[in-house]
């Protein structure tokens, strides 16, 4: 006798480099769409070495390998969201706008990155010109960090004001909506711009320094948000809360940059010691008797 399934959540796709310290790239986006009750698939565009401190070395996935993933992906599950970060180069971005265009899905998150933290190079000259002139236009909304913004648009971003310029500078290159990240601002104030209204998303700054990954979680649950039927508006205003929260419960797992507890909503504390649950399909092993 069968069992019938259950009904699955979202499927969203993650298209990203990994992260051997797993705090950003794929492995955060996977963390933050399991966060937010959503099943999280993959495509990976780059392999890097790299830990909290720095990356040392990045691999990018062939064009071709890329394409493939993508489309074993799209003939097997019904995508719900796409979230796009770390591309590498031109070719895969050309893969993944090729991508989009053959599949049309209605919500794709495209964060632009183009820098490590640490300044690595993620993301070739070729790569930023087809993103800023092809690659956005096929996105529902781009979440550049003021760094990115500022390469994407020529803006210097020094305040709130050439922040929200930036935002409409980057509408009309042709991005449907657009957040951009002041968290490298004196305080933690974001830009959406959804093409007809500016709202700002405010925060307390944390105190926590050089938190690793924020760019790519923000992304990835403004994707699991929109995949549950929000507005953009809202959508965008729970990601923002939800990151907040996330760095603010982050902790250090190496030597260098922390990453954000991606799971904090599911932590508990520990029973304390001595105190053994019993599971409530029968007798725990140790209090069954013993035989004799």
């Not at 310290?21 to 790299?50: E, S």
């Not at 760019?215 to 403004?222: D, E, K, M, P, V």
């Amino acid at each position: 006798m069968s069992t019938p399934e259950s009904t699955a959540p979202p499927i969203l796709l993650s298209i990203a480099g990994f992260d051997p310290g797993c705090g950003a790239g794929t492995a955060a986006d996977l963390k933050t769409f399991a966060a937010h009750g959503c099943y999280g698939i993959a495509a990976i565009t780059a392999l890097t070495v790299q830990n909290t401190q720095a990356v040392e070395s990045v691999t990018n996935t062939p064009a071709a390998t890329l394409r493939a993933q993508l489309d074993v992906l799209a003939r097997d599950c019904n995508i719900a969201a796409v979230k796009i970060g770390m591309l590498g180069n031109r070719g895969n971005a050309m893969a993944v706008g090729e991508f989009l265009d053959a599949t049309k899905y209605a919500h794709v998150v495209l964060d632009p990155v183009m820098k490590s933290s640490t300044g690595t190079e993620l993301l070739d000259a070729g790569g930023i010109k087809y993103l800023a002139t092809e690659l956005l236009k096929r996105v529902s909304i781009l979440t550049p960090n003021i760094a990115e913004a500022e390469l994407l648009t020529g803006i210097a971003i020094k305040d709130l004001a050439a922040m929200e310029a930036a935002a409409r500078k980057l509408v009309e290159m042709g991005a449907r909506a657009v957040v951009v990240k002041g968290g490298h601002m004196d305080r933690a104030v974001d830009v959406l711009f959804d093409g007809t209204e500016i709202l700002t998303l405010g925060s307390d700054r944390i105190k926590t320094t050089n938190t690793h990954g924020t760019g790519c979680t923000f992304a990835s649950a403004l994707a699991a948000q929109l995949a549950q039927g929000r507005s953009v508006r809202e959508a965008a205003t729970l990601a923002k809360a939800y990151v907040t929260k996330a760095i603010e419960k982050s902790y250090p797992i190496g030597k260098g940059r922390v990453p954000l507890d991606h799971f904090y909503r599911l932590r508990i504390e520990a029973p304390a010691r001595g105190v053994h649950e019993v599971p409530q399909h029968g007798m725990h092993p140790a209090a069954e008797p013993a035989a004799h």
